[in-house]
Every structure is written in structure tokens, then in C-alpha cells.
């Protein structure tokens, strides 16, 4: 039901404390085809690019998709508030026949100002037991300025995919967890005090995990993950390797609980369609704020048609300051939207 009122009556009833908005969108909590009628309405309602914003309620419950893949967020200016990050689980489990990773996403967006907070998406793909190569996506992001905050992605290969090599996309407190090239994409993606989660890279924990994948187009930054955590369940790690055209990708700032387990090189060696071309590190710790980052790492970065790149990945305190988010995002301020479009959950 939408209420078209500055009073949020909707709201209040089922526990939220939220902005002023035009519509508000409720769910009944645990109703898969109620979350998925009010995404629809939603949709329609915000097919302007001018059109207010939509505020979708989520309570706690798990909203189960089954088979279902690809539910499309298209509508502009749309918020889906959940009740807690922990609580508020919306999963879907495609067919291992349907396996890839333009294929499998729980939330495919196509939209512009995208807003997610306090929520989980996962993706239940039978991971281990597929023949294929697991890629199973919780957020298949073509959309354009999305924004997460406290939202927890859950697979293990390609579970975030950005999927537009030309806008920029933000996340603050947010945790990401999985395997193989589980962060990977285009465009200008910024993540803020995240935790991002490598899980056993096969039944045994054997094998290796790689962080992200990015396919950077010239001129861009890539991916930056500032004060970031990473927390390692078994599995031997890397840093990342680049996927497409010019990728680029920055760690500064990370506190690493299981160092031991970063591969030498701390970056893979070995890109897919390209060689890596700037991939750096700044200032890493251990679990005890000691520092781990050396000060040097050359590594020869190989594509057996790209050639081989060799370079420095360690970086000093100068170069790592533009990696600030004013200077990646010097016109777009999502961290000045955060605090605008939070919602808090009245107790």
C-alpha cells in the first residue's frame, strides 16, 4: 500500500523512524511475494528520473525466492530498508543448469540512486556440489550510484558483480563474503570499513581465494577498499588479479586477521584476459595493529597474450592520500548520502 503522505503512519506502525518520503512500501515479514509485490509497485511508480523516493520496509524474516534469479530493481531513487543486517535475509537458490554470473543474481539493479541498508542477500547456489564454476551473484549491480550500508552479501564466486564500467558505487560497513573473484567488475567502487570474508576455497579448504577481479577502464581509480578488514575462514588468499581492460585496485588500510595465510606475492601474478595494471597496498596490520605490509613488493604480472608487466604494489603516505574519498569521488558525496537516507529501526 503507498501512503502519500509527509506523516509516516506505515512506518511508525511497524517500528521505523524514517525521512520524509513520498511512498513507503511495506512487507510483511517473511513473504517472499509480498517483498516482491512491493518492489514491483516501486518499480512503477519510480520510472522518472526525477521521481521521488521509495522506501521499501523489510522486517526481520527470510524472504525465500526459491529458483527465482535476476529480481530487477529498475525504478529510480528506491531505498529497501531492513530491520538488521542479521535478521533481514532475502536468498534465492538458482538451478546449478542456470550457472553464471550474468545469470544467477538474488537482486539484479538497473536503476539510478539504488539505497540498501541493513539487510542480507545471499545466494544459495549448491556452491560445492556444481560441476560448473560456481558463480552464483547476490547483487548484479547495471545500475548507476548504488549505495550499501550495513548490508551482507553471502556466496562464494562473483558474489558482487559491478556491472557498468561507467558510474560509481559505494559501500560503508558493509561485509562480503566468498571465493573466487567474489568482488569483481567495472566502474569506480569504493568500499568503506568493510569486512570482506574468503570462505573455504573447496570442501577440504584447499585451493585459493582471490579478493576481487576488476575490469577498470582507463582514467578510473578501480576499486578502493579503505580501512577495510579482511577475516580468512581457511583457505590460502590473494589480494586480486585483473579480469579486462586497464584494472586497478587499492587496499589502504587493511587489517588483516590471518596474514599468514596472503599468498607471497600478495597479489596474484597471473591476470585473466589482461595483466594487472595498477594494484596497490598501503599501511596493512594484523589483528594486533601491527604493521605487515613490507616495505617493497615487485611483482611480474603475466597474461600468456597480454605480455608481462612488473611492478611495485607497496605505495608510501603520499601516494595513498588519493585514495580519499573526496578525491576518488570528488562531485558524487555518499558518505554526505549515508547520513541523509538513514533509517533507523525504533525498538
Known sequence: MIHRTIILTCALAVGIIAQAANRIFSVKAGDAESLLAAIQQANESNKTADAERSIILIPNGTYDLGKRVLTTISGNHISLIGQSMDGTIIVNAPDKANEGISKTATILNKSDGLYMQDLTLKNALDYYGTTFAGRAVCLQDKGTHTICKNVRLL???????????????YFEDCEIHGTV??????????????????????????????????????GQTGYVFMNCTIRNNQSMFNLGRGWNDSPKCAFI??????????????????GMNTVNV????????????????????????????????????????QDARRFALKKVFPTWRPDRLVKKLHHTWKD
Open 155 to 169: 556466496s562464494y564466486q562473483d558474489t558482487y558483480f559491478s556491472d557498468n564500467n561507467d558510474t560509481q558505487f
Open 181 to 218: 573473484d567474489f568482488i569483481c567488475g567495472g566502474s569506480d567502487v569504493y568500499f568503506y570499513r568493510c569486512t570482506l570474508v574468503t570462505e573455504p576455497r573447496d570442501k577440504t579448504g584447499e585451493g585459493q581465494c582471490t579478493i576481487t577481479a576488476p575490469r577498470t577502464k582507463a
Open 253 to 270: 588500510h587493511t587489517r588483516m586477521l590471518s596474514p599468514e595465510k596472503l599468498i607471497q606475492t600478495r597479489y596474484c601474478a597471473k
Open 278 to 317: 595498477e594494484f596497490y597496498e598501503y599501511h596493512s596490520t594484523d589483528a594486533n595493529g601491527q604493521l605487515i605490509t613490507p616495505k617493497s613488493n615487485i611483482v611480474t604480472f603475466t597474461m600468456r597474450k597480454a605480455g608481462q608487466q612488473t611492478a611495485e604494489t607497496v605505495i608510501g603516505k
